[in-house]
């Protein structure tokens, strides 16, 4: 009988993979989606999903990324969080001071202290959680804190880098991809998410 193991297809293509232009592709229009929502909702609707796009583009990545230096045995998670530092601190940072600089510019000193909570929840990248507790979405955002409430993104992708390196080494290490076990825990998730959604429309938005 001929057995097809989907999980061990899917990471040897990981393995092997190379640049990717349909991927590039995939980023622009995810771009320019997310661009016209923010200019007009009208202009693009379901402009919001291209930060969906962003992520399971990401997911995809740095899934490959891993699991190629795993398979390897050369994944370092000193490297991995070093090169993710390198790569995202830098214009993070300067983000934050440019939006910092524009506050004490342009807001009214009794908007500094929601500023400010904002402005650390961005530091420490828990914005999504943070703006989680509003009522509503993106658009329902206070001004005094939307400066930075568009960090709420790149939170969830920090945490993303901080927790799944340590889920995909688990799955490694125990060869869950020979047992059928990670199909288990992926379909457990497609149940599970759609119900924390809709038990917590408000913070669906920012997870």
Request: hydrophobic share 50%; with cysteine; proline share 3%.
């Amino acid at each position: 009988m001929l057995k097809f193991n989907f999980g061990k297809v899917f990471f040897n293509m990981l393995k092997k993979l190379s640049y990717r232009p349909d991927i590039d592709g995939l980023r622009a229009l995810a771009v320019i989606s997310v661009i016209l929502f923010h200019i007009n909702p009208n202009y693009m609707p379901s402009g919001f999903l291209g930060v969906d796009i962003f992520f399971v583009i990401s997911g995809f990545l740095i899934t490959s990324i891993i699991y190629r230096e795993m398979a390897e045995g050369t994944f370092s998670f000193a490297n991995f969080y070093n090169r993710r530092i390198k790569r995202i601190l830098p214009v993070f940072f300067v983000v934050l001071i440019v939006g910092l600089l524009v506050v004490w510019w342009l807001f009214l000193i009794s908007d500094y202290h929601s500023v400010g909570n904002s402005a650390l929840s961005a530091v420490l990248f828990l914005s999504n959680i943070y703006f989680s507790r509003i009522e509503g979405g993106y658009f329902d955002i206070g001004k005094e804190e939307l400066p930075f409430a568009h960090i709420w993104s790149l939170s969830i992708e920090e945490q993303f880098y901080f927790i799944f390196p340590l889920i995909l080494l688990f799955i490694f290490k125990n060869n869950l991809l020979k047992k059928y076990k990670i199909g288990t825990l992926f379909v457990g998730g497609d149940f599970v998410t759609p119900f924390i959604c809709k038990s917590s429309k408000n913070r669906s938005f920012f997870r």
